[in-house]
Antibody
Framework: QVQLQESGPGLVKPSETLSLTCTVSGGSINTYYWSWIRQPPGKGLEWIGFIYFNGGTNYNPSLKGRVTISVDTSNNQFTLRVSSVTPADTAVYYC???????????????WGQGALVTVSS | QSALTQPASVSGSPGQSITISCTGTSSDVGGYNYVSWYQQHPGKAPKLMIYDVSNRPLGVSNRFSGSKSGSTASLTISGLRTEDEADYYCCSHTSSSTRIFGGGTKLTVL
């Protein structure tokens, strides 16, 4: 079965760029939409954005252009970048697969285990 | 985009039924049959419980059911068990093809 694993630095300085990679195993990244979701400590879930296997993207407008998601189909990975981070970007970041093949109906299964990223000097 | 509206907390006794509401607008919950629900235990990743308003993934107990009326979706858990105690989140597709979550509901099983 498909498994997802987030990887990247756990500590990022303010004003720098946060970068996380999600590696997909047990299945192909092709034909699906792939999302990033975050959860600040003690708070709720926030959808960040998705990428389709062909490179198409859509982002949460509240993140005001600071987010970029890219895909590497040859390595079955997709990457999140958040620029100009502040302490408010401190959160557990999850990657997740969306719905059915070729479908963008927006339900998430499976999820990665999550990666805590702390923004602090 | 503002979060979908969920009650902050609900509670029930073992064996009882509870319902968690999720209210949006015609641009999200009311406009599409693309509402999903997630269960999250402390320190764990969310788990999909309901998709497309009322469908259960394989392996999810039939004690969990979903429905929608207008711009409000609902998750009902029947025959409450102590292991159901968790946070629950709804999520909807939107007219901008983005996704929006609810603020989350803490379920306490007394």
């Amino acid at each position: 079965q498909v498994q997802l694993q987030e990887s990247g630095p756990g500590l990022v300085k303010p004003s720098e760029t946060l970068s996380l990679t999600c590696t997909v195993s047990g299945g192909s990244i092709n034909t699906y939409y792939w999302s990033w979701i975050r959860q600040p400590p003690g708070k709720g879930l926030e959808w960040i954005g998705f990428i389709y296997f062909n490179g198409g993207t859509n982002y949460n407008p509240s993140l005001k252009g600071r987010v970029t998601i890219s895909v590497d189909t040859s390595n079955n990975q997709f990457t999140l970048r958040v620029s100009s981070v502040t302490p408010a970007d401190t959160a557990v970041y999850y990657c997740a697969r969306e719905g059915r093949p070729y479908d963008s109906s927006g339900w998430f299964d499976p999820w990665g285990q999550g990666a805590l990223v702390t923004v602090s000097s | 985009q503002s979060a979908l509206t969920q009650p902050a907390s609900v509670s029930g006794s073992p064996g009882q039924s509870i319902t968690i509401s999720c209210t949006g607008t015609s641009s999200d919950v009311g406009g599409y049959n693309y509402v999903s629900w997630y269960q999250q235990h402390p320190g764990k990743a969310p788990k999909l419980m309901i998709y497309d308003v009322s469908n259960r993934p394989l392996g999810v107990s039939n004690r969990f059911s979903g429905s929608k009326s207008g711009s409000t979706a609902s998750l009902t858990i029947s025959g409450l068990r102590t292991e159901d105690e968790a946070d629950y989140y709804c999520c909807s597709h939107t007219s901008s093809s983005t996704r929006i979550f609810g603020g989350g509901t803490k379920l306490t099983v007394l």
